[in-house]
């Protein structure tokens, strides 16, 4: 669309993590620096946590382009499984075929793959992306398969890439193994106001074919205000900026067209509510049993506990690569961004209004469904009551049954039905001269007068 207009090769605020356009800023080196050490000393479980959009898929995408032939990586993306999907999922994409087995042959085969690979100088690196998906089972399951270890060392390494609602699982008391396990940790923090200006340059200077485009210092801190620092949202409000100077034939990016922007953006509810760049924790409450385990703070060195430099890791070999730095003694206070403390307080009552409204719809559509239910209700009680009177009435009576009845000269058939044939005269005479008197019949024998109709004499 743009990439024309301002000389780019291609668009350089694209949503995909794109490891091409990995800024190096101070928190995702250091996480980065974490990952390689925690895989190159064979640490059981390493784990990094960021908020929506910090960019760990980005991170991680990095690290798998860098591992040797010594790594063998199966990775989980999709995490919304039980337990023994989540072993399928693992060992399918480690080119083995669980179906139709039973899951201790699904793990007996899992195991002599593992073994296979240490014996042909291989690890295998179990990532799993998503974690905070993970249902407490799961958790429980991934932490029975770092148990598969031989003497000196583990067969499988896990990693595990998550939001902060990770560390609310975490904390409960059933997950207290697992949690005792993790020998490496690191937490994403937001970008400050420096590092949104280079971030965004560095990323219009890679895509750039001749002298790059750069958005002035306060623009950038615009967007930094806006965005909390959370490098997705920088990319959208970013491209849309230059979306909106194409449109214009703007050659130039000021604080006027960022302004437009964002409003635009704000009104079409792209960009959503400001975010918290202090947010660590889950803004799911943590249960009152977790809050033993103690407040987690804003540092790169300390998550439920552990500590996530490399060189400071008890179990951490002498040998230590030169680029796991260790952790500063202070902890780096994280980036505040102007303005958003203010502007979440003037979101507050907004949002409780919208809670309100909501809560008087839900009740209305109840008493709409009860309403609806009673009418049902009432319909169907009256179509019994017609069924039940149906039944109990006599049957009805056609017209012409009815006029027989009232008139019983009337043939109850139409046509009237054709009347027997007469009997014989023999028959009929027979039967008369049963009825005739002694003296009669006395004088029909003396003077041999042959029988006939009564009628007739």
Same mark, same amino acid.
């Given at each position: ?9 291609? &668009? ?38 960021? *908020? ?6 980005? /991170? ?78 799961? /958790?429980?399951?991934?932490?029975? /398969?770092?148990?598969?270890? #031989? ?39 937001? /970008?400050? #106001?420096?590092? #949104? ?24 801190? &615009? ?96 040998? =230590? ?66 069924? *039940?009177?149906?039944?109990? =009435? ?17 043939? #109850? ?13 023999? &028959? ?14 006395? &004088? ?14």
């Amino acid at each position: 669309m743009y990439e024309r207009f301002y000389r780019l090769r291609e &668009r350089p605020f694209a949503l995909t993590p794109d490891p091409d356009y990995l800024y190096p800023s101070k928190m995702h080196s250091e996480a980065l620096g974490y990952l390689r050490y925690g895989i190159e000393s064979h640490a059981g479980f390493v784990m990094i946590t960021g *908020a929506i959009g910090s960019g760990k898929t980005t /991170l991680l995408q990095t690290l798998l382009r860098t591992v040797d032939n010594r790594i063998t990586v199966s990775r989980v993306m999709n995490t919304l499984l039980d337990p023994r999907e989540l072993i399928e999922a693992a060992m399918i994409d480690l080119g083995l075929d669980p179906a139709g087995m039973s899951k201790p042959a699904m793990l007996k085969m899992f195991g002599e793959f593992l073994v296979n690979e240490r014996a042909a100088g291989r690890m295998v690196l179990l990532v799993i992306d998503e974690a905070q998906n993970l249902s407490l089972p799961a /958790l429980e399951e991934i932490r029975m /398969l770092s148990n598969m270890e #031989t003497e000196k060392s583990k067969l499988v390494q896990i990693l595990l890439i998550g939001q902060p609602d990770l560390r609310d699982k975490l904390s409960r008391p059933e997950l207290e193994q697992l949690r005792q396990r993790i020998t490496v940790s690191h937490h994403l923090l937001p /970008l400050d #106001t420096e590092e #949104t200006a280079r971030y965004i340059n560095h990323r219009l200077a890679r895509a750039s074919i001749g002298a790059p485009l750069e958005f002035p210092r306060a623009v950038t801190d &615009r967007i930094h205000d806006r965005s909390g620092g959370i490098p997705r949202l920088i990319n959208v409000i970013a491209d849309a900026t230059l979306v909106f100077g194409y449109g214009e034939e703007r050659c130039e990016i000021d604080e006027a067209l960022i302004k437009d922007v964002i409003a635009d953006l704000d009104e079409t509810g792209v960009l959503g509510l400001l975010p918290n760049p202090e947010r660590i924790a889950s803004v799911v409450p943590v249960e009152p049993v977790m809050a033993a385990t103690g407040p987690v703070t804003a540092t790169t060195g300390d998550v439920l506990g552990l500590r996530t430099a490399g060189p400071s890791v008890e179990a951490a070999p002498a040998s =230590a690569p030169a680029f796991a730095a260790p952790v500063p003694a202070a902890p780096r206070a994280a980036p505040t961004a102007p303005g958003v403390g203010r502007a979440n307080l003037a979101i507050e009552p907004e949002l409780a209004e919208r809670e309100r409204q909501l809560r008087e719809r839900e009740k209305q559509i109840a008493d709409r469904e009860r309403d609806l239910a009673e009418q049902r209700r009432v319909l169907a009680e009256q179509h019994r009551i017609l069924r *039940a009177a149906a039944a109990a =009435a006599p049957p009805p009576v056609s017209a012409g049954v009815a006029l027989a009845e009232s008139r019983p000269d009337t043939p #109850t058939h139409w046509p009237p039905r054709s009347e027997a044939p007469a009997p014989s005269s023999y &028959r009929y005479v027979a039967q008369r001269r049963e009825t005739r008197t002694f003296w009669r019949r006395l &004088r029909d024998t003396l003077f041999g007068i042959e029988p006939v109709l009564e009628d007739s004499l």
